[in-house]
């Protein structure tokens, strides 16, 4: 039998349908659902007359519309309409809902791994473009559209042109204060965001291998913004010790089997991909994004680029374009972009670990009297376990607002969002005109890189951070 990669054995496992020169059919092992992209998915069931085909494989939560304050006040209209929608069709079509009540309630890929129900092997789906965040447990998960969130709930399969297969490889290992959000932004910055458009890349390397699970999620997260189907890393002792014990993961006898079986999934030795691009970690340092996409980004030692040093007339159009949203004047250090705001939180970084190391950061300090700063849990569990560690003291202590779960101030659909001009640090992974709101300025960044930020009042360098120590002067 001809080698294999990772993708490959878990596409062929689940190839269901396959005529010549055609996209497969695909079985779908797993849906998640929120309250955005499913409300027509359950009307167009409702007017066939259909059900949901596998309930049991389908789960729900409501994250994007959800305020972070009161979460049971939820005052917009549409909002209000989204999450009542979800609940009346959760229930009519008995599908399990982890609604506001919930300790599991979260954003959709923050609770999902969280409760074990990603696992090495499964194809998983969502209506939510950042569904890559579970390749990082060896699945092969990736976003699709409100029409294909219906399909897949009337047959639990679906139909898909295969992926290219792409490996990226991180070499070399990272300096202390380099986090997994900065090997990802540093990935894009130098790529760019298509470099992996029509692939499913696979990240390998010491420097991904010695990543923790919640890490791992970080770098999986954003491979859409790399412009990948999906992103995924092989699944090792610390993801089978990752999800042991958890609620949808097999127990007993029944976990060791499954677990013999995940090991079976990695990518063959020698197995060939489509294409391989490589990453030196040695040189990394933090990263800050710029400009108004995932790809302008640079290091935090460096300034602002000059639109008139890119190569091609299009990168200098788009800079110049970024830079005039961004209010920023090509030469300006990175680190005296001063901020309005900082967000940590989103499913790229709004888990316990990130908490932790933004945590470690503002321990002691105070945030600036300029800055606003809110710290959102990206799931019920969370906001229970950081509790209980103490870490939302140390928050409140600091300045920072500690709120409620969900996707907050990730894309202005609740009231977290920033009023026009203002300008944030921010922990998630997209900085689009506008995302945060209208006339809203993103950069993105770490979760220590955003503490820092928000106790300076600007831009600061988290490897020279003054751990623990007396009050830092702005
Ligand atoms: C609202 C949803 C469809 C969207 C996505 O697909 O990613 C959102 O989660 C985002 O991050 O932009
Ligand atoms: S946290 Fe942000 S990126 Fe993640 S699902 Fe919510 S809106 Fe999308």
């Known amino acids: 039998m001809g080698k294999k990669t990772m993708f490959e054995k878990i596409w062929d496992n689940h190839v269901i349908y396959q005529e010549e020169g055609k996209p497969s059919i695909l079985y779908i092992d797993l849906q998640l659902v929120h309250e955005v992209t499913s409300p027509q998915a359950f009307e167009g069931l409702r007017l066939s007359g259909r059900k949901v085909r596998r309930p049991e494989l389908t789960f729900a939560t409501m994250d994007h519309n959800v305020p972070t304050t009161d979460r049971f006040n939820i005052t ?16 009519d079509f008995g599908v399990k809902l982890f609604g506001l009540d919930d300790l599991d309630n979260g954003v959709v890929h923050v609770m999902g791994p969280e409760l074990g129900l990603t696992h090495p092997g499964k194809t998983i789906v969502c209506g939510d473009s950042h569904t890559s965040t579970h390749g990082a447990f060896g699945a092969l ?12 709930m009337a047959t639990q399969c679906l139909q898909q042109a295969k992926a290219k297969t ?28 298509d470099f992996a458009t029509g692939y499913v890349i696979e990240y390998t390397g010491e420097s991904i291998t010695e990543l923790s699970m919640e890490e791992r999620m970080t770098v999986c997260n954003m491979s859409i913004e790399a412009g990948a189907r999906a992103g995924m890393i092989a699944p090792d002792e610390k993801t089978f010790e990752y999800l042991r014990g958890r609620q949808y993961v097999p127990q007993g006898a029944a976990f060791d089997e499954a677990v013999a079986a995940w090991k079976e999934l990695v990518t063959d030795e020698g197995a060939e991909f489509d294409t391989v691009v490589e990453f030196e970690v040695d040189s990394l340092i933090p990263q800050v994004t710029w400009g108004t996409s995932p790809s302008m980004g640079t290091d935090i030692t460096s300034t602002v680029p000059n639109p008139a040093d890119f190569a091609t007339e299009n990168e200098r159009k788009a800079a110049e374009k970024a830079l005039e949203y961004m209010d920023l004047k090509p030469g300006t250090p990175i680190s005296e972009i001063t901020i309005d705001y900082v967000f940590i939180g ?13 945590a470690e950061v503002a321990k002691g300090h105070k945030v600036s009297e300029k800055v606003k ?56 992974n997209r900085n689009f005109e506008g995302r945060q709101g209208r006339g809203g300025r993103t950069h993105l960044v770490s979760p220590e890189m955003a503490a820092a930020a928000a106790i300076k009042g600007h831009f600061t360098d988290v490897r020279d951070w003054n751990f623990k120590t007396e009050a830092v002067s702005s």
């Open 141 to 152: 998960a990736f976003g699709i559209g409100t029409s294909e969130v219906e399909h897949v």
């Open 166 to 193: 792409m490996e990226v490889r991180f070499v070399g290992k990272r300096n202390a204060g380099v986090t997994a959000k900065d090997m990802i932004l540093g990935l894009i910055a130098k790529y760019g965001t």
């Open 346 to 358: 989103s499913c790229t970084n709004g888990r316990i670990e990130d908490l932790r190391a933004a």
């Open 373 to 428: 700063a809110i710290v959102v849990p990206g799931s019920g569990r969370v906001k229970a376990l950081a509790e209980k560690e103490g870490l939302d003291k140390i928050f409140t202590e600091a300045g920072f607002e500690w709120r409620e779960a969900g996707c907050s101030m990730c894309l202005a659909m609740n009231p977290d969002i920033l009023q026009p001009g203002e300008r944030c640090a921010s922990t998630s």
């Open 76 to 91: 917009d209209p549409i909002s209000k309409q989204q999450i009542d929608t979800l609940t009346k069709n959760c229930a």
